[in-house]
């Protein structure tokens, strides 16, 4: 009959407890404290205005066109699942009100959100990883540059400033997406849609969005930055980055979303009330 030893069910649970410490503990800490060093080297001067318009292109090319595409089904659908719920109520007088307002408030920065994580800190973070595992950074420091402000600040910045000109983007489109499925597939007229959407929507629900756009760009950034100036392990860990960033950014995104949203209707009345 064999015995186990004391020490032995300790030593196998260690692992565990080390790996919910650096989950819960370690990697918040050091993400605030990276987030904090680039926010102190934003405002060093000069900012790198070339390095910030050649990734605010790069950017957009990765995209524009993918955005458009996704805003247009995206508002199709809410446009007919929206208009079959509320008809089923009898308010089809409010069906361009209630698909428009769901676009602009929510949908267009989700869109955006997802499209600048999955595009653009994808390719920051597989950038700055590269860099790190050739140990480009590493030798910026020795010559005394500091590859936040080189590097991370002008991708972060682009990163919101884009977001900002996508959430317009997937608006417009995923409202004239709406409005064509509304109005030819489900019998709706256009000046009912027009008159329901301006008497129920508002300026602030723009400036809500817009906010929400940017913020999603700067974590974008802060995220790949993180994951992309800790990668390890050669070319598979900086893969492993890559994955872990989309993944991060998405929740991160989320959570934020639904912060702003419930702040918003906290402090925002809605039109009329």
């Given at each position: ?34 987030s ?61 009100a ?22 653009a ?35 972060m ?11 317009g ?25 027009l ?16 906010f ?9 950034g ?19 980055a ?5 993944v ?26």
């Amino acid at each position: 009959m064999t015995t186990a030893r004391p020490g032995a069910a300790s030593s196998r649970l260690r692992p565990v407890a080390d790996g919910a410490v650096n989950l819960l503990i370690k990697e918040p800490g050091r993400f605030f404290g990276l987030s904090l060093d680039i926010f102190r080297a934003l405002f060093k001067w000069p900012f790198q205005w070339r390095e910030f318009i050649q990734q605010a292109w790069f950017i957009v090319g990765v995209t524009v066109i993918p955005t458009a595409l996704v805003a247009i089904p995206f508002g199709a659908v809410l446009a007919l699942q929206m208009g079959g719920l509320i008809r089923q109520m009898g308010a089809q007088s409010y069906m361009g009100a209630t698909s428009v307002i769901a676009i602009v408030r929510e949908a267009s920065p989700i869109v955006t959100a997802l499209l600048i994580a999955g595009a653009a800190g994808s390719a920051m973070c597989a950038d700055l990883g590269a860099r790190k595992i050739r140990e480009e950074i590493d030798a910026m420091e020795v010559l005394g540059i500091n590859p936040l402000h080189r590097l991370v600040v002008p991708r972060m910045m682009a990163c919101a400033f884009v977001a900002l000109f996508l959430n317009g983007m997937v608006s417009v489109v995923g409202i004239v997406g709406g409005y064509v499925f509304n109005v030819m597939l489900q019998g709706g007229t256009p000046g009912a849609y027009l008159a329901s959407f301006s008497g129920m929507a508002q300026l602030p629900d723009l400036y809500q969005a817009e906010f929400k756009a940017f913020v999603f760009g700067l974590t974008a950034g802060l995220v790949a930055a993180y994951k992309g100036l800790n990668a390890k392990g050669g070319p598979k860990g900086v893969g492993d980055a890559v994955n872990q960033t989309v993944v991060l950014t998405f929740v991160l995104l989320f959570l934020e979303n639904f912060l702003i949203s419930t702040i918003y209707f906290e402090f925002v009345p809605a039109k009329g009330s």
